[in-house]
């Protein structure tokens, strides 16, 4: 299998207008990732399953991460006038990180044993602009797991023939698998020490009055 | 086959016509092997829709494994396919072992490969013996399965406490240590086992009625099968040489001489050919690991039970388990829970084409080819 | 069998060495429906295949009658919850109860069937049958050993046999009012509603210890 730097750039030169990027794997056991731009995703597939020295023909694993917006607090060194002299300051930075959802593509060649090449499409945030393309066109097998990644996560799959959802029933609102779904509550008392089950519990049944 | 004029198929959204019959298979239904539902549309007895509905069964088992510690979720991957217990095990162990950087030692290599072709073994033949049920074969064929897999199970339960539910695997190896007791009762089940198998092979390959059924239904062309990303046993039998036990030749697989059995034409009968032949060759493994297990400790000394941590980083280990290739993805942020915990479930791809095989077909034949795929849906749906 | 009415113990024992039987009516009827009851061909999750493993050849459940699983409700007399009942699937197994002719019976087989066992956490699991139906016998385990569904089907053929039609303590479904159909939930747009059957369950009263 040819290094990711150079099969990065036989699909820029073999897609106009992609912009592929590599996103690293901090676990050394899988390669780093690609990171495609939903517009150019269709095309840039075509190319992965189609170019001769590839023949990504197999894609196995197609799923959804969810990445809410996280803010980190960084520490900081600023310099400030304060009576006219000029102090070092500790300030605390926050990093404020967007929000997004992200479909991750497994790839494998089934003609020539090989891969993985693994693909990322993200979308810009995690209300409105969640649409990417969907590579049903070019691998079958995502047709599923893309309708999953739609139930579940939310994510529009442009281009998918048959965008339902999977798993849960129609009618149904939210996406389960957000890391801030909140389930329905279900009256329910469990004689475990799980904090938020014991606050549940607390909250239906209420202490008695002292007396 | 028969000469009936094939019918056209319907496409998806298009309105149904008043000579056409839509009826609902499931979820509740004998054929559909657990809760699962077709939405058929029939002109007359051929097919001219099929449209899965899934999630009857969907028990949120990803959600439920971000919540917990990466051991935890052991248990609940034994009730993904729950025919198959520790190939699933040891596909979620694998993963973990791949992202923590863990060393199996030899021992535990052996007893992973003993466990898992008995598996494989247990659901190749229920499976055979739920196809042929569904065939019309009310339940003898099964009845024979149920047998052997009875033997099997006793195995299981003496190792790990539970028949079904093993929770055998750990990160970096396996729980307890198989007995010179218990080695001695595996190797009197394997060498019993191919009586019953040629019993059964002689019972059923050649049987005019499974032949009649099966032969030339459910065709799956070679390039679609790819596409589609199916795989295992329905992908070999139409003729696309990929085993992952070859391929990636994960464990200690490439100590094993054993052959990859393919089929020619990719249809029902084909699929089940195939599960004989693997039955087969999971024998000559399980000969080979049973005469060479060597002694030795069973889990890494580097693995922990308590306060483990993997680093941050993804990984996707995958396994050929009996259904195909089980593969899990894991996000991690070097915290005790996984940020994102995926099973790849085969059963769920490997319906992709369901609708595809049956088009054109009559009804009763739409029920033996979704018994060829070999479904379990505590998979499928997760 | 239960003594026959008001007769004397002596006679009886007399009269059934001779070859003649005296039994009431209703201890002759319960005794036949107790020996053939037709469970549900009906399986969810893991705990079906321990079900189908109970009527196969090592534990053989034909051997106290049952081994005629119907695929109809219109024929079965025993539904066997064996497995996890998922919100989706919930209004098909309250769907499919009410579709069982009187007399029925239903097993909660298993820890999810009983309350969700180890998914109750899930968004998408119903936390036990018994919030829709009435539950007859229920089996612990996860899942339940064939012979614990065995054990199940002996307890409740104990309960048949001890039914009775009239006098002080008829069975519950002779009661007066008793419902003949269970209301079936519908899948709202969070959860199923409505969330239980106030009539079946109720949420447990709790009495905190402080």
Redesign the interface.
């Known amino acids: 299998m040819e290094p990711l730097e150079q099969l990065r750039a036989r699909a820029e030169a073999s897609v106009p207008g992609a912009v592929l990027e590599i996103v690293p794997?901090?676990?050394?056991?899988?390669p780093p990732?690609l990171r495609v731009d939903p517009g150019h995703a269709l095309a840039v597939a075509w190319f992965l399953r189609d170019d001769p020295q590839l023949r990504l023909?197999?894609?196995?694993?197609v799923?959804g991460?969810?990445w809410p917006e996280t803010v980190t607090k960084e520490k900081a060194r600023v310099k400030r006038m304060v009576d006219g002299v000029v102090k070092e300051f500790e300030t605390v930075v926050e990093k404020r990180r967007p929000g997004f959802l992200e479909a991750?593509y497994?790839l494998y060649s089934?003609e020539l044993?090989q891969g993985?090449v693994?693909l990322r499409q993200r979308t810009g945030d995690r209300d409105r602009a969640v649409t990417v393309a969907s590579l049903t066109p070019v691998?079958?097998?995502?047709?599923?797991?893309e309708r999953e990644i739609y139930d579940l996560y939310g994510i529009r799959f442009e281009g998918h023939?048959?965008l339902r959802?999977?798993?849960?029933?129609e009618?149904?609102?939210?996406h389960?698998?957000r890391?801030d779904?909140v389930?329905?509550d279900?009256?329910?008392?469990?004689p475990t020490p799980h904090a938020d089950v014991l606050e549940k519990?607390r909250k239906?049944?209420p202490?008695?009055p002292a007396s | 086959m028969s000469a009936a004029p094939p019918s056209a198929p319907l496409p998806a959204g298009a309105a149904i016509d008043r000579d056409l019959l839509e009826i609902s298979l499931g979820p509740h239904h004998p054929s559909t092997h657990g809760v699962f539902r077709m939405d058929v549309v029939l002109d007359g007895e051929r097919v001219v829709r099929l449209k899965p509905v899934f999630g009857y069964l969907h028990r949120n088992h990803e959600k439920l494994a971000e919540g917990m510690t990466y051991l935890s979720s052991m248990p609940f991957t034994d009730r993904l396919d729950y025919f198959c217990s520790m190939t699933n095990n040891w596909a979620y162990a694998l993963a973990v072992e791949k992202l923590a950087g863990l060393q199996v030692p030899d021992r535990a290599q052996y007893i992973r490969v003993i466990v898992g072709e008995l598996t494989r073994l247990l659901n190749h033949a229920c499976l055979i013996g739920f196809l042929t049920h569904d065939m019309g074969a009310m339940g003898t064929p099964l009845m024979y399965a149920f047998r052997e897999r009875e033997k099997i199970l006793d195995l299981f339960e003496s190792l790990s406490g539970s028949r079904m539910m093993c929770n055998y695997m750990r990160f970096g190896g396996c729980r307890v240590d198989l007995s010179p007791a218990w080695l001695q009762a595996a190797r009197k089940v394997v060498d019993d086992f191919p009586r019953f198998l040629d019993e059964f092979d002689a019972l059923l390959t050649t049987n005019e009625i499974v032949m009649t059924r099966s032969q030339g239904v459910g065709i799956l062309p070679r390039e679609l099968a790819i596409n589609a990303s199916v795989t295992g046993p329905m992908l070999r039998a139409s003729g696309v040489d990929y085993d992952l036990r070859k391929v990636d030749r994960y464990g200690i697989y490439d100590r094993f001489d054993f052959r990859v059995p393919l089929g020619e034409h990719g249809d029902v009968y084909d699929r089940i050919m195939i599960r004989f032949l693997e039955m087969r060759e999971s024998l000559t493994i399980l000969r080979q690991a049973l005469r060479e297990i060597p002694p030795g400790p069973i889990l890494d000394p580097k693995s922990k039970l308590r306060g483990f941590r993997p680093r941050a980083g993804e990984v996707y280990g995958r396994i050929e388990a009996p259904k195909g290739e089980l593969g899990f993805y894991l996000v991690s942020d070097g915290s005790p829970n996984p940020y994102r915990y995926r099973v790849r479930p085969p059963s769920l791809i490997n319906l992709t084409i369901l609708e595809d095989m049956c088009l054109g077909q009559l009804v009763a034949d739409a029920v033996i080819i979704l018994g060829s795929v070999d479904i379990v849906l505590g998979e499928v749906d997760r | 069998m239960t003594p026959a009415g008001s007769m004397d113990e002596g006679l009886r024992n007399e009269l059934s060495r001779q070859g003649v039987f005296v039994v009431k009516l209703t201890d002759l009827y319960n005794w036949g429906r107790k020996n053939s009851i037709w469970p549900l061909n009906f399986g969810l999750a893991c705990c079906a295949i321990e079900m189908i493993a109970a009527s196969m050849a090592r534990f053989d459940i034909s051997r106290f009658g049952a081994e005629v699983f119907r695929p109809s409700p219109r024929q079965a007399d025993l539904m066997i919850v064996a497995g996890t009942v998922t919100k989706k699937m919930a209004p098909q197994v309250v769907r499919l109860y009410n579709q069982m002719p009187d007399p029925k019976y239903v097993i909660a087989m298993g820890a999810c069937a009983i309350s969700g066992g180890p998914f109750k956490q899930g968004y998408n699991v119903l936390k036990g049958i018994d919030r829709y139906i009435p539950v007859d016998v229920s089996i612990p385990g996860c899942p339940p050993k064939p012979e614990a569904l065995l054990h199940a089907l002996i307890t409740l053929q104990k309960r048949i046999e001890s039914e009775q039609f009239a006098g002080p303590n008829p069975a519950p479904r002779l009661a007066r009012g008793a419902p003949g159909e269970y209301p079936v939930p519908r899948l709202g747009a969070h959860d199923i509603e409505p969330p239980f059957n106030p009539e079946v369950w109720q949420p447990p009263k709790l009495v905190r210890e402080e």
């Open positions: 794997n901090a676990c050394p056991a899988d990732s023909d197999y894609a196995s694993n799923t991460v969810d991750v497994h089934m044993k993985p693994i691998w079958r097998g995502a047709e599923f797991q023939q048959d959802r999977l798993l849960m029933w009618g149904f609102e939210g389960p698998m890391r779904y389930e329905p279900d009256y329910d008392y469990e519990a239906h049944y202490a008695p």
